[in-house]
């Protein structure tokens, strides 16, 4: 069992930046691979972005180039630094940790861009 919490959500202006965190208990952490996923009302949720057990890599198009995902083991908590926001960024996101069939999500955190 692993239990995620996400944190850093809030109301940012466009172009403005947030940095998302989620930590994580319950489980030796290092062998997680790591998501970034996002909902808004009426939509399927999204893969923003996904960081493996060593370290590679994968961004959603909408988010390449502005969003950044890393990890830190030590620390048990994965990152989604995110830059140059758009209104279109506007969801509820939510950290998902996957090892082979199994898979945890978090609670969910707000982010709200304002134009």
């Known amino acids: 069992q692993v239990q995620l919490v996400e944190s850093g959500g809030g109301l940012v202006q466009a172009g403005g930046s947030l940095r998302l965190s989620c930590a994580a208990s319950?489980?030796?952490?290092?062998?997680?691979?790591m998501g970034w996923y996002r909902q808004t009302p009426g939509k399927q949720r999204e893969l923003v972005a996904r960081?493996?057990?060593?370290?590679?890599?994968n961004y959603a198009d909408s988010v390449k180039g502005r969003f950044t995902i890393s990890r830190d083991n030590a620390k048990n908590t994965v990152y989604l630094q995110m830059n140059s926001l758009k209104p279109e960024d506007t969801a509820v996101y939510y950290c998902?940790?996957?090892?082979?069939?199994?898979?945890?999500w978090g609670q969910g955190t707000q982010v709200t861009v304002s134009s």
């Open positions: 319950g489980s030796i952490f290092s062998a997680y691979a």
């Open positions: 998902k940790s996957e090892r082979g069939w199994a898979y945890y």
């Open positions: 960081i493996t057990t060593g370290g590679s890599t």
